[in-house]
């Protein structure tokens, strides 16, 4: 008996001692980041680690998918020639003049008709038509009109955009409480100070919702509109890689891409937490 009780009180004392380990690490200030940042890379790394034992054991044909360290190989190639950071810079600067153009076009329009229904009746289903129209089919006649110079690459980018912007900006602004409408024209509340106060904090996390698809948008569009023509970006890199079987070439220059995108997917999830402090602010 009196064993049994040692045994027990030996097990429980290891429980507690295990539990409080645990809310240590978990209490601490780095133990959940840890935790989640293991979980976000475990399945890439074990992946990886998979690609890169097919590959050594001649499975996969390294034309059609080379080996993880000849991708890095390449990567490492591009960077040293310089060419990677000339498509880079290209492809950046077409893709954020097209950004800007397509959001500013979508944010105007769709805080005006959110807040006016006969702008809504107007421009709504004209959006609506152009959206029905992929973004591949609008390419030939973008191109027949302005060239296959850098404003149509703008264009097509900014087309990419502009759908999900407008479509997110007016959805947050109808989105808006009816109580507030009325109780602005109770107080006589001016526009600008109604729209600043009332209807942009309100709609803020939808309209950042469209500003981060339409980011994404861009990356595919200024892929996309540069494979069709032209001597740089990334696009034009991925469609050389291809006809010359640089297979290694064109993954890397996928990851590039890949990763750039959730780059800025993360600074705009990081102003947005910040807008949104600002929000909470403005409502007290």
């Not at 006969?118 to 191109?143: D, K």
């Not at 097509?156 to 502009?162: C, E, K, M, N, T």
């Not at 070439?249 to 910040?274: F, P």
Request: charged share 20%.
């Amino acid at each position: 008996m009196a064993k049994e009780l040692t045994l027990t009180g030996k097990g429980t004392v290891e429980k507690n001692i295990f539990k409080k380990l645990s809310g240590d690490i978990g209490s601490s200030k780095f133990g959940p980041r840890f935790l989640a940042l293991l979980n976000t890379i475990a399945v890439p790394v074990l992946l990886i680690i998979l690609w890169q034992a097919l590959a050594g054991s001649g499975l996969l044909l390294e034309v059609i998918l080379p080996s993880p360290v000849k991708v890095i190989k390449a990567f490492f190639e591009m960077i040293k020639d310089g060419s990677l950071g000339v498509d880079l810079a290209v492809s950046g600067k077409r893709v954020l003049i097209g950004y800007l153009w397509g959001a500013g076009i979508a944010l105007i329009l769709g805080v005006f008709s959110g807040l006016n229904k006969i702008a809504e009746r107007v421009f709504s289903p004209i959006i609506n038509v152009i959206r029905q129209i992929p973004l591949y089919a609008w390419m030939p006649i973008i191109i027949l009109w302005f060239g296959i110079g850098e404003v149509s690459k703008e264009i097509i980018i900014a087309r990419g955009v502009l759908i999900p912007i407008y479509l997110n900006t007016l959805q947050g602004i109808k989105g808006v409480q009816a109580e507030y409408f009325e109780l602005a024209e109770v107080l006589e509340l001016k526009r600008s100070v109604f729209l600043r106060k009332i209807v942009l904090p309100s709609a803020v996390s939808s309209i950042f919702t469209g500003l981060r698809l339409g980011a994404g948008n861009a990356w595919m569009a200024v892929v996309a509109a540069e494979m069709l023509g032209g001597l740089t970006g990334l696009g034009y890199a991925l469609m050389k890689s291809r006809e010359f079987l640089w297979s290694d070439k064109l993954i890397a220059l996928m990851v590039v891409i890949g990763v750039i995108g959730v780059v800025i997917d993360v600074i705009l999830r990081k102003i947005e937490e910040n807008t949104l402090r600002w929000k909470k602010k403005t409502v007290r």
